[in-house]
């Protein structure tokens, strides 16, 4: 009989651990790509690690002492743009011409609000920037020039160009230069992009989501190219009814697929589960079409999801119920 | 007997020109606002009957002889980017800095392909500019000089700055700015937005969607604001196996809640109708949060959808069932 008290106390115990979400949690990703084993090694691979665990930690701090959702995105990816390891802010990667471009949006679960900058060069903190704009302008997607101008007004700080430059993304510009010479080479035809775009999502003890992402973009873009990353419903989405979701990855295939809209669509509408959605958008639409990259997602329900098609993806996650972990590659 | 035949056959008849969708069908708007018969004089009425009357004829010509669902809808905003009456091309409202940016994108419903620029003030037709991302580049969305470079390289009718003047929407930023100087005035309070941006979706002999917007923006808008109408998702969508979709009105709301993408997917994953799908968002979402302004979709059984919060919208339809209509105000 004590023995069967016990094991209902334990199944009840059990159950309750699973069914009951945590009372925050945070997910945040460094771009996916072709990132294997074989092409770091341990050294880089403990950096990476490191980087992406100061960032859970910013977050982590925030959540864990009753801050916002908004609060610790904001936090975690400025950690991700500071470090000149990911494809945003320090350490961008160059476009044709030879600049930094950085495109950042974020997004407010609670009642969809939400900002975007894209095409900046001088301002610090991408991101800071696309919650400017959410939170102090009636607009929500700025560009270029102007987009500076606003962030100057709102007394973001501001940089020289030279802030952003690193050798091994200077490095990256003259490779695809060189390849673009070659017969048959073309943007659409590399395989040498490393997609290091930023990003994380949230669920804070109030229960609200938020997602935010931040990119340099791809190496070698032209022509004022936006990507996924500013685009809200693309790069960025988060609603309490549904999900939030940052993305990483070829852009262009991200923007046509409306990829975080619509695992959060499927979510809203079709009641698939998180993971479920995920891995429809990323494994049976994007993958066949040849859109590499991933996504990570988070549900109101404290559910944690990091799927992508391509060989790794810098990720990691804590929640109130989870330790800080830190993964790269497949598993 | 010969009575109840009779019957029968009509009642087939009726029954069947019901339910099979029509060869072809075209829709498009001029925008959405503060439209009201007291506001514009019969003459004023008629140019816009007649201006969008021939954006009919355009596309009509294209989809009667069997031409693609993309040519029908270049063609029919091609009619109304040059017509002065409509915030798009020749006729686009004022930035606060007295520009003319113009935005615009397409998509094409058979492979879910895009084209998108964004703050284009030298490309006498943007939609043109927006087709030659999709078909001839390797991305998406370009924007700025960026994007104009892109436009001369391709080979596309270039104009100076002063092409898109008119001394209407001239008017319109120095009162837009008037009202800025009195006291709690703000771009998002003023009521006297036009909202001009113009738009087509189509269906063509193969079945295939296909959807366009092109627009100026918003007066007295700053800081390189981008609008709804190149945000794929946003102000523009079209998937065969959903629908096509393009706005009109207070962009940023439009963004926010993935107005296009939105529509489709409670369609795609909710199962509803066209029309009921266009309404739930319209009315029920967007209306109370404030977003005025409207929609024109097509799906691929030809059911045709013009719903607007606001009160008038500038539209007009026409199939290979239906002969040409055109209206401006609530029914």
């Not at 790509?33 to 691979?45: R, V, Y």
């Not at 800071?128 to 939170?135: G, I, T």
């Amino acid at each position: 009989m004590r023995y069967l008290t016990s094991l209902i106390s334990l199944l009840i115990l059990t159950s309750c651990s699973q069914s009951a979400p945590p009372d925050w949690a945070l997910v945040v990703h460094g771009g996916a790509g072709t990132i294997h084993a074989s092409t770091l090694n341990a050294e880089q691979q403990a950096q990476y690690h490191q980087s992406l665990d100061e960032a859970l930690v910013a977050g982590e701090h925030v959540l864990e002492s009753g801050g916002s959702s908004l609060d610790a995105v904001t936090a975690a990816i400025q950690v991700l743009e500071q470090s000149p390891l990911f494809n945003a802010g320090r350490g961008a990667v160059f476009t044709h011409e030879g600049r930094n471009e950085l495109d950042a949006s974020i997004m407010d679960g609670r009642d969809l609000n939400a900002g975007a900058v894209a095409g900046v060069t001088v301002i610090k903190s991408p991101i800071a920037a696309a919650r400017a704009v959410m939170e102090d302008s009636p607009h929500v997607m700025l560009s270029g020039v102007g987009a500076e101008e606003f962030a100057r007004e709102r007394g973001l700080e501001i940089v020289e160009p030279a802030y952003f430059y690193t050798e091994r993304r200077w490095q990256d510009l003259q490779k695809a230069q060189q390849n673009e010479q070659k017969p048959q080479a073309s943007l659409q035809g590399s395989k040498d992009w490393k997609f290091g775009t930023v990003g994380a999502v949230a669920l804070d003890r109030d229960g609200n989501l938020a997602a935010g992402t931040s990119t340099g973009g791809m190496t070698n873009k032209r022509w004022g190219r936006i990507g996924d990353a500013p685009v809200i419903g693309a790069g960025t989405y988060a609603a309490n009814e549904s999900c939030a979701v940052s993305a990483t990855g070829h852009g262009e295939y991200f923007i046509r697929r409306t990829v975080a809209r619509d695992i959060c669509a499927r979510v809203q509408f079709a009641g698939a589960s998180l993971p479920d959605a995920a891995a429809q958008v990323i494994q049976d639409i994007l993958k066949p079409m040849g859109g590499e990259g991933g996504i990570i997602a988070l549900d109101t329900q404290g559910n944690m999801v990091m799927e992508f098609n391509s060989a790794g993806m810098f990720r990691g996650s804590v929640s109130s119920r989870q330790a800080r972990h830190t993964a790269l590659f497949h598993k």
